[in-house]
Nanobody, 126 residues
Framework: QVQLEESGGGRVQAGGSLRLSCAAS????????MGWFRQAPGKEREFVAA???????????DYADSVKGRFTISRDSAENSVSLQMNSLKPEDTAIYYC????????????????WGLGTQVTVSS
């Protein structure tokens, strides 16, 4: 099992920044991808950003079109953590943000992985 714990959510005005962190523990050696997703009230959970790694690939990241150029995902392999730097925040970014981890990128990207954090609330006021 892999346990995930998010932190860093909060309330910010439009145009501001927040940094989310996700700490992984447990059988982290079984994972090779992590990502961030969000869910706004009355909406389905949606992809935000994801990253994957291997011995052959140094780094790969993918972003939803709605956050490209504003959000940056990064991984700290020594800390078994992944962060999401969110800049130029908009009211439509308001949601609960969830961290996910998986044995492969597809399991994370497709939301089919079983490893999820409990989420952290991000509220952007206009």
């Amino acid at each position: 099992q892999v346990q995930l714990e998010e932190s860093g959510g909060g309330r910010v005005q439009a145009g501001g920044s927040l940094r989310l962190s996700c700490a992984a523990s447990g059988r982290t050696f079984s994972t090779s991808a992590m990502g961030w997703f969000r869910q706004a009230p009355g909406k389905e959970r949606e992809f935000v950003a994801a990253t994957r790694w291997s011995r052959a690939t140094t780094y790969y990241a993918d972003y939803a079109d709605s956050v490209k150029g504003r959000f940056t995902i990064s991984r700290d392999s020594a800390e078994n953590s992944v962060s999401l730097q969110m800049n130029s925040l908009k009211p439509e970014d308001t949601a609960i943000y969830y961290c996910a981890a998986g044995a492969n990128y597809d399991s994370v990207r497709s939301l089919s992985t079983n490893y999820w954090g409990l989420g952290t609330q991000v509220t952007v006021s206009s």
